[in-house]
Structures are given as structure tokens and as C-alpha cells.
């Protein structure tokens, strides 16, 4: 029998030098390296004092005194400490702190580690910090497996100058990135931010707005349900419909950028600006306003709606520009350019011309370049317009060259008073015409009625002035100096009397609807 045993074992190791040999020999393979196998387990570096004691916990070692653990390159310490050598894990008490390289550490009254599943649940007066980011919290779970910490009864991160509180919140201390559930609030010296979702990034300091949500900067203050917010920059881009108001004025549109430290701010698509001191609106695919400068533009579609009286009126330009001067102080006025295609529509009045500005300053509206003004039945032109405001009413008017004044008696008829001259004047009380005025190489073409509106004469005179007065829209009476002039039956009008020199009649431009504003007709 040891004979069978010796020969065995001399079998196996002649098969074992053959196998090296040939190993040696063919140089082709390389041994096996011996797999290496990660060490788990939780040391216990120091403890002042080690004992067991069966009544208090008879599956734990009890430490006391300066108590050090080592787990997989973190640094654990604490007052004393349960340690359960089985399950790999411990229960620490006072003054527990938790080191990861020289970035990150963690501080807290109590928390329990599992090694295995390399979690850390620390409790009461949580303090974690990592780089320049601190989170303040009563409860916070640590898995530094996956690099995130979870805090659930609410907590505090301060990153900078930037503070954010919610009552339930995660941090990657791998990513940087951090997201705060349920009441949160958001403050820095410059802004005020309220939400309910909200994702952070530390290392860009941007704020991602999930849900409905509130930032206040200074007067301005900005409502939107999805968009993101740079926090150093302070700069907003934001979608969904956000909503960005300041002092009475507010813009909104699909999506908005906001510059807080340049007082910029964009829209863009289907954008509507209100200005709810002034009483107007404008509407656009594209807009932008300074609150430094008190710029703003508007274009693409772009439609001003003045509602200050009641009956709206609706402008219809290429683009609207706004231009304030003296800004912050008593003497701030403002222009309002409109340019070009410019068609306005109001229940009582329209108008067509290519440019438009209004000047503040003395409450002037010009309108250039073929202006065209309808009043019910009555038609004017010139070469220039300029309207002047009171209180938001039309107090005069001025044409200047080539005024045209044209009233179609009834709309079945080709009867038309006419009025050309050099200079135009109109002058209203409440809003309602009581003076008009003619200067300068003065034509009239007039019709005399009879009954039910019904011409009966044709009246054509040459004068220098014609003053006319007017009482509920009615002419009262007529003033000139010399003139000369034919009255003819209607039947014995001559071609070149029955229209004045220029007489045209633009009832095809007339914008008939607020709709109508966008169809731009010249002139034929």
C-alpha cells in the first residue's frame, strides 16, 4: 500500500516537471496570474477601549474612545461604536466623521455604515461637504458606491453665494449635479428663486426649472414651468410659455432669455409684450427689451394694440421700435417708430402710410411717405401727417403739401365733396371735430343736399383760406375770404370740375377689419 502511494506521488510530480518543461521550452504561454480578489472588510484601526458585553448588545463589539474604522479608502471616526464584525458593518456615535480622499467629509451625531452595500445612514446635525459645496440636513444617506447622497426630512446646500432648501434632495458628489423636490427655495444676494423640481449643476451654477416656478431679481420677476437659470450670470432661458414682467410691463412668449445684470431680455414666437400703465400691447414672433435704456423692438408679424380708450386700436409693421431718452429721470419721454407697411385699424378711424413715429415728448404721432387717413365716409392725404394727443385724445391735426380732403356722400353714389390745398388743419374737443382749416391755393368741389341726402348742386370755388365749423360731426358754417368759383346743375358739371386735380379715391387700400391689417395693398 505506501509502495502504490510512493509510486502515485512520483507519477504526479514527473507529470508536473513536464508540463513546466514544456512550458519552458515553447515560451508561447505565460502562468496564470492569481485573480485578485477585493478586500470588503470593514478595519478597526484604533478604539481606547474593546469589550463585549452580551447585555447591551450581544452581537457587536463595543468601542469606546477615539474610535477609528478604515473601509475601502474612506477614514471613519467617532466617540464609540458598535462593531458587528459579521454583517461588516458598525454603528457610530458622537462626533462621527467620515473622510474620502482631501474633498469630501461628512459629520454627524450618529450613523450606521454597511460595508457591503458601502452606505452610510447618518443622522442628526448631518454636515456634508464637498470642494466648495456644503449640504446641511437631519437625515442624509450616503452611497458611495454610486457617489449619492440622499437627504429626505429637508435640507440645506450652499454653494457659493448661492443658497437652495427643499424638503427632499440628492447630490452626486461624482457629477456635481443635485436635485431638490418639494418646496424649493433658491436665494442669492440678486435673485429669489420658488419651485417645486430643481436640478443644480455646482460646476456650472445652473439652475434647470422643472414645473411651475417663480425668480424674483430686483423689480423683475419671471414665471415659467420649464427653462434653466445661470445663476453666476444671472441669465435665464426659458420655455414653454414664460412669462417675464417688470414695473407694469410684461413679455412673454414660446421661449424668453433674460440678461438680469444687462437688463436684456428676448422672446421668441408668438411673443406678446404689455405695457399695463400705458394701456398697449405688442404682439410678434421676435422681441426685445433694455430696462437700462428703455429699447425694445418688435418684428415678424408685429402688431401694437393701443386699448387706452377702450375702442383698440391695431397697428400692423414690419417692425416697432422703442426709444426712451432721459431714462430715471423727470424729463423721460419716449419715441415709438413704426416702419414699414404700416396699416392701423379702428372701429372710427384707419389709416395706411409707409413709416410712423410718435414722440412722447409733445404727444405727436407723423405719419410719412403716402400717408392715407379714413373717417367713416371721409378720406385724407398729404404728404405728411402729424396728429397731436391730449390725455390719449386726438387734440389737432396737421397735413402738410398736397392735402386731399374727400367726403363720398353716400356709398351708392359717385358724389364726392372735395377739399385739396397746401396746408391742413383740424382742431377736437373730446375727441370730436369742431374746426377744420384749409391754407393755401385752396380748391373746393361741394355738393348742396337737399331733403334726404339728396345733391341738387354742384358748388366749385378758388380761394387763399377756408375755415369750416362743425358741431356733432354737422357743418354749422363756412368762412373764406375772396373767392371765385361756379355753381353748376348736376347735370352740367364739367370733367375737370367734378374732380379736383389729384383726386383719388382709395377705398381698395382701406383696411377693412383688424385682421386686414396684415394685407398690405398698394397703391394702383
Known amino acids: 500500500m505506501l509502495k502504490r502511494a510512493f509510486y502515485f506521488l512520483l507519477a504526479v510530480a514527473l507529470v508536473a516537471g513536464l508540463g513546466s518543461a514544456g512550458a519552458q521550452k515553447g515560451k508561447s504561454k505565460r502562468p496564470a496570474r492569481k485573480s485578485q480578489v477585493k478586500d470588503t472588510r470593514i478595519y478597526l484601526v484604533h478604539a481606547d477601549i474593546l469589550h463585549f458585553d452580551e447585555k447591551i448588545n450581544p452581537d457587536?463589539?463595543?468601542?469606546?474612545?477615539?474610535?477609528?474604522?478604515?473601509?475601502?479608502?474612506?477614514?471613519?471616526?467617532?466617540?464609540?461604536?458598535?462593531?458587528?464584525?459579521?454583517?461588516?458593518?458598525?454603528?457610530?456615535?458622537?462626533?462621527?466623521?467620515?473622510?474620502?480622499?482631501?474633498?469630501?467629509?461628512?459629520?454627524?451625531?450618529?450613523?450606521?455604515?454597511?460595508?457591503?452595500?458601502?452606505?452610510?445612514?447618518?443622522?442628526?446635525?448631518?454636515?456634508?461637504?464637498?470642494?466648495?459645496?456644503?449640504?446641511?440636513?437631519?437625515?442624509?444617506d450616503f452611497d458611495r458606491l454610486y457617489d449619492n447622497a440622499y437627504f429626505f426630512e429637508g435640507g440645506k446646500m450652499i454653494d457659493g453665494n448661492t443658497t437652495l432648501t427643499s424638503d427632499w434632495g440628492e447630490y452626486n458628489t461624482q457629477t456635481k449635479m443635485s436635485v431638490f423636490n418639494y418646496d424649493v427655495k433658491m436665494q442669492s444676494p440678486s435673485f429669489y428663486l420658488t419651485t417645486d423640481t430643481l436640478y443644480y449643476d455646482t460646476r456650472t451654477s445652473i439652475a434647470h426649472i422643472v414645473g411651475p416656478s417663480n425668480i424674483t431679481s430686483?423689480?423683475?420677476?419671471?414665471?415659467?414651468?420649464?427653462?434653466?437659470?445661470?445663476?453666476?450670470?444671472?441669465?435665464?432661458?426659458?420655455?414653454?410659455?414664460?412669462?417675464?414682467?417688470?414695473?407694469?410691463?410684461?413679455?412673454?412668449?414660446?421661449?424668453?432669455?433674460?440678461?438680469?445684470?444687462?437688463?436684456?431680455?428676448?422672446?421668441?414666437?408668438?411673443?406678446?409684450?404689455?405695457?399695463?400703465?400705458?394701456?398697449?400691447?405688442?404682439?410678434?414672433?421676435?422681441?426685445?427689451?433694455?430696462?437700462?435704456?428703455?429699447?425694445?423692438?418688435?418684428?415678424?408679424?408685429?402688431?401694437a394694440i393701443d386699448y387706452s380708450q377702450g375702442d383698440s386700436l391695431y397697428m400692423h409693421a414690419d417692425t416697432f421700435k422703442v426709444v426712451t431718452f432721459n431714462i430715471e429721470t423727470d424729463s423721460v419721454y419716449r419715441k415709438i417708430h413704426a416702419f414699414h407697411h404700416v396699416r392701423a385699424y379702428r372701429t372710427d378711424v384707419q389709416a395706411v402710410c409707409d413709416s410712423l413715429v410718435y414722440n412722447s415728448l409733445d404727444s405727436c404721432m407723423t405719419l410719412y411717405h403716402d400717408p392715407i387717413l379714413w373717417n367713416n365716409n371721409q378720406q385724407l392725404v398729404g404728404d405728411m401727417v402729424q396728429v397731436f394727443l391730449r390725455d390719449s385724445l386726438i387734440d389737432h391735426a396737421h397735413v402738410i403739401d398736397n392735402c386731399f380732403s374727400i367726403q363720398q356722400l353716400r356709398s351708392d353714389t359717385a358724389c364726392y365733396n372735395q377739399v385739396s390745398s397746401k396746408e391742413m388743419f383740424a382742431f377736437f374737443i373730446d375727441g370730436k371735430i369742431h374746426e377744420a382749416q384749409a391754407k393755401g391755393n385752396v380748391l373746393i368741389g361741394y355738393y348742396f343736399e337737399e331733403g334726404d341726402s339728396v345733391p341738387i348742386i354742384y358748388n366749385y370755388q378758388e380761394t387763399s383760406e377756408l375755415r369750416m365749423f362743425l358741431k356733432d360731426r354737422k357743418l354749422e358754417s363756412v368762412w373764406t375770404p375772396k373767392t371765385s368759383g361756379t355753381m353748376y346743375p348736376l347735370n352740367q358739371i364739367p370733367d375737370d370740375r367734378k374732380r379736383l386735380r389729384g383726386f383719388m379715391w382709395y377705398d381698395y387700400i382701406r383696411p377693412l377689419n383688424r385682421d386686414d391689417i396684415f394685407n398690405w395693398r398698394g397703391k394702383k
Not at 415659467?224 to 445663476?231: C, H, I, M, N, R
Not at 440678461?259 to 400691447?281: E, L, M
Open 60 to 140: 457587536a463589539t463595543i468601542l469606546n474612545g477615539k474610535v477609528h474604522f478604515t473601509h475601502q479608502g474612506a477614514k471613519l471616526f467617532c466617540d464609540s461604536a458598535y462593531f458587528y464584525e459579521a454583517s461588516n458593518s458598525f454603528e457610530a456615535f458622537g462626533h462621527v466623521k467620515m473622510y474620502q480622499g482631501d474633498t469630501l467629509s461628512l459629520v454627524s451625531d450618529y450613523a450606521y455604515y454597511d460595508g457591503n452595500e458601502q452606505m452610510a445612514r447618518a443622522r442628526y446635525n448631518v454636515v456634508l461637504k464637498h470642494k466648495k459645496t456644503t449640504l446641511y440636513t437631519d437625515s442624509l
Open 218 to 303: 430686483g423689480d423683475s420677476h419671471i414665471y415659467s414651468e420649464q427653462g434653466y437659470y445661470d445663476t453666476k450670470l444671472e441669465r435665464a432661458r426659458l420655455m414653454n410659455r414664460s412669462v417675464l414682467s417688470n414695473n407694469g410691463k410684461m413679455m412673454v412668449g414660446d421661449s424668453v432669455y433674460y440678461d438680469s445684470q444687462q437688463g436684456f431680455s428676448q422672446a421668441f414666437r408668438h411673443v406678446v409684450y404689455v405695457d399695463s400703465v400705458n394701456k398697449n400691447k405688442l404682439t410678434g414672433n421676435y422681441g426685445e427689451y433694455w430696462e437700462n435704456t428703455g429699447y425694445a423692438l418688435c418684428t415678424d408679424s408685429a402688431v
